[in-house]
């Protein structure tokens, strides 16, 4: 095949923009349209769903959004791609073929097995491998319209209409390594065509509806990221950059088909909104498949006391000491005093902080009834002008995710056909223990002569975090040789720890991509036992990046 094959987003999580798959659809020219539906906390959220009802399990939204989108792809010989299966993939695919019966659209729906290892895993609520491409695969090459899978890597959405297309086989693992960069710049829909971007606000450019991203896959595994023509948001080296380093860690970025190398990545802009991806190198996948288990870690309760004008400190310390009798009987508590108050401010928000206290314990009543009845007990009673944001309620059950790894041969990865035949999917045959590459060479320093200025690092550098687990990962880039010089002398892992205090006292790692002129820092532990726990203020670290950025250091004038 020397034809391109355009590969489209139109989710990036559970709860994305509901109209994107019309979007996509109407939008212009497209061979397969992919939605990633799935996350740690969205595992969770559908395993809750399917203790209520056994045929829950999957993403609704998807239904929903097909039911307008279905004809529209029929007519356009569209396929569609998408793991809202989740807990459930046969199920979806169910719902799926009732609703083409429905509107009299003759579809052919396949959907992916094999992921659910939850009778290991008694005591998880949900317990699902990442699966790769594969399946997804084997099921467009027996000629479904729609592939229904649960989980599998965010990238297999892409590396498995890719390999049906091509005709890539398993050991094609520099192709393969292309195919899930391209995918790993979709998977997130919108943060590739500048949402959620570090330099959003330059050039007047209108980002306020960006338009979804779409890849335009090679034979050669290369690929082209760009947009349907007259959408919002735009696309360059800096959104593409800002998207690969996204909950990524060490150069050599793990899947269940290949292992791709970012070190070896080149992004060159080839035109307006079009940035080519090419030169990955793959390796061979690691022999373990990553399994997600989420599972329910007790009960968890927060309140949000308001303090006022003077004696702050005063205030915190008295409240605290009223809570101590109630709070002293919860497994664990966290204050945090936010000092958003500003002295002599012209409003009575600006004047206020915020002490917030986050109870968890098991028992349910010793964070609900117990916590909220003392809060509320305080009204008359404790600093002046008291009150709370809002009352506390009963406690609310919280998640806790954790990754364990089995061998490729533990799963049994199927391909479930439109026909209802089911075709074995092979596990990989050469794998390779997954290592840390040598740190590369660096550039040499700086010259040191120039004058420097006390400034925030986001003038020069661009930023994004994300979650894996109970850790982040912040990476960290700038757009020219002479900056990335003093950016990867500068930030070691010790000034790091310096501008970001909450890091001190964990593991952080610093590895090193120059292609993309980037240092990828990940924090170990930060997150506790994973979003659905919500351990800190930011429980996804979304926003680490953006604070690391407002940091104040001494940058050389030159770059600013």
């Known amino acids: 095949m020397t034809t391109a094959l355009r590969i489209g987003n139109a989710s990036g999580f559970y709860g994305d923009r509901f109209d994107a798959m019309r979007e996509m659809l109407t939008g212009g020219e497209l061979d397969v349209l992919t939605g990633d539906y799935l996350a740690e906390l969205t595992m969770l959220i559908l395993g809750r769903d399917r203790l209520k009802d056994p045929g829950a399990g999957y993403a609704r939204t998807f239904l929903r959004q097909l039911e307008e989108g279905l004809g529209l792809a029929h007519e356009r010989g569209v396929k569609i791609v998408t793991n809202a299966g989740g807990l459930n993939p046969a199920g979806l695919a169910g719902a799926v073929r009732q609703l083409a019966d429905r509107l009299g659209i003759p579809v052919r729906v396949a959907h992916v ?13 949900a317990a699902h491998a990442y699966l790769g491409g594969f399946g997804i695969a084997a099921c467009l090459r027996a000629g ?35 195919a899930v960069v391209a995918g790993h710049v979709l998977e997130c829909g919108t943060q590739a065509t500048g949402g959620n971007y ?65 070190d070896t990545v080149r992004l060159t802009r080839e035109g307006p909104d079009r940035v080519r991806i090419d030169g990955v190198r793959g390796e061979a996948p690691p022999p373990t498949l990553k399994v997600g288990l989420n599972r329910l870690g007790g009960f968890r309760n927060e309140v949000a006391f308001v303090l006022t004008g003077l004696d702050i400190e005063a205030k915190a310390a008295l409240v605290r000491e009223q809570m101590e009798p109630v709070v002293s009987k919860v497994a664990d508590a966290r204050w945090e005093l936010a000092r958003t108050d500003r002295p002599d401010a012209s409003t009575e928000e600006t004047a206020s902080a915020l002490l917030r206290l986050v109870v968890r314990d098991p028992d349910e009543g010793t964070v609900g009834r117990a916590l909220s009845g003392a809060a509320v007990e305080l009204a008359l009673a404790s600093y002046p002008g008291f009150h709370v944001l809002a009352p506390p309620g009963k406690g609310a059950p919280y998640g806790v995710f954790e990754d364990v790894y089995v061998p490729h041969g533990a799963v049994n990865h199927v391909a479930v056909h439109h026909d209802g035949r089911r075709e074995p999917v092979a596990p990989a045959h050469d794998t390779l223990v997954l290592e840390d590459p040598p740190e590369p060479e660096l550039p040499p320093e700086p010259l040191q002569d120039g004058p420097v200025r006390r400034a925030p690092l986001g003038l020069v550098a661009g930023a994004r975090s994300g979650d894996k687990g109970g850790n982040a990962n912040v990476g960290v880039w700038v757009r020219g040789d002479e900056a990335w010089r003093w950016l990867v002398h500068e930030l070691s892992v010790a000034r790091f720890r310096e501008l970001l205090p909450e890091t001190r006292d964990l593991p952080v790692t610093r590895h090193i991509l120059p292609n993309l002129r980037a240092l990828n820092f990940v924090v170990e532990g930060i997150l506790g036992a994973g979003v659905a726990a919500q351990h800190r203020f930011d429980p996804q670290a979304k926003a680490l990046g953006e604070w690391l950025r407002s940091r104040h250091l001494d940058i050389p004038e030159a770059l600013l």
């Open 113 to 125: 097995e094999g992921d659910d290892l939850k009778a290991r895993h008694p005591d998880s609520l």
């Open 144 to 178: 479904a319209d729609i592939v229904v899978t649960g989980r599998v890597t965010d990238a297999a959405l892409v590396t498995g209409p890719a390999a049906a297309h091509f005709g890539w086989g398993p050991g094609e693992y520099d192709r393969l390594a292309g």
């Open 198 to 262: 570090a330099f959003f606000a330059e050039g007047g450019r209108d980002v306020r509806r960006p338009g979804f991203p779409l890849a335009e896959i090679h034979e050669d595994g290369s690929s082209v990221i760009t947009k349907h023509p007259g959408t919002g948001g735009f696309v360059d080296v800096g959104t593409v950059t800002a998207q690969l380093l996204y909950e990524t860690g060490g150069a050599r970025y793990a899947g269940p088909d290949v292992t791709a190398r970012l």
